[in-house]
């Protein structure tokens, strides 16, 4: 089995970093990436990266936040700088994960279980 496990939410402050580590049965990772669903609205991209670290995003974030990932430790960040209100919502991250499924990688999608981020206005 696989988990994510998001952390770094709560009242962000600029500068503030949200992390999603992927663990278990793990082959390899493809794109991950984030998420988020304010109240009453659909779930949004964020932003994503791919294994080799190309990047996008959605134009409400661009230039104010910055996804990364760390390969060696199966975690993806996304560090928050010039947050406005309307940047409050559940924040989801994503991954697609090859797994090895009777020997052949077979890739599945993964959802971490959503941080709150608040932010104050």
């Known amino acids: 089995q696989v988990h994510l496990v998001e952390s770094g939410g709560g009242l962000v402050q600029p500068g503030d970093r949200l992390s999603c580590a992927a663990s278990?049965?793990?082959?390899?990772?493809?794109?991950m990436g984030w998420y988020r669903q304010a109240p009453g609205e659909q779930r949004e991209l964020v932003a994503s990266?791919?294994?080799?670290?190309?990047?996008n995003y959605a134009d409400s974030v661009k230039g104010r936040f910055t996804i990364s990932r760390d390969n060696a430790k199966n975690t993806v960040y996304l560090q928050m700088n010039s947050l406005k209100p309307e940047d409050t919502a559940v924040y989801y991250c994503?991954?697609?994960?090859?797994?090895?499924?009777?020997?052949?990688?077979?890739?599945?999608?993964?959802w971490g279980q959503g941080t709150q981020v608040a932010v104050s206005s």
């Open positions: 994503k991954a697609n994960i090859l797994r090895m499924v009777s020997g052949s990688p077979l890739q599945f999608a993964y």
């Open positions: 278990g049965s793990i082959f390899s990772i493809n794109n």
């Open positions: 990266i791919t294994n080799s670290g190309s990047t």
